[in-house]
């Protein structure tokens, strides 16, 4: 699915375009249209907020190899959220 964002500001309109990769609630994981400073993709895990009712960007992963691990390991998301979801619970 891709998704245009329009900004709109006082002075300027900027519109973004979005894919995302997938969709697993609150997070959904997004690949930015521009490429990076060093020419690879821009992958970010995004988090929805209950009380905005939008997307914040919550992680900027550093490599492809990361955002998949993110993908296919939910623990491991919930592990990189700032927010101290709990993650990896042992079971007793």
Known sequence: MILVIIFVSRTQWRCIMIEV??????YRYIEMDK????????YR?????QYTGRYKDMYLCDNQMQFETAMNDFEYT????????????KDE
Do not use: F, R, S, T
């Not at 895990?45 to 907020?49: D, E, V």
């Open 21 to 26: 990769i997938c969709h697993n609630e609150p």
């Open 45 to 49: 895990i995004q988090k929805y907020n």
């Open 78 to 89: 919930k592990w990189l959220d700032p927010a101290g979801v709990p993650c990896y619970i």
């Open 35 to 42: 490429l990076l400073d060093n020419g690879k993709p821009d």
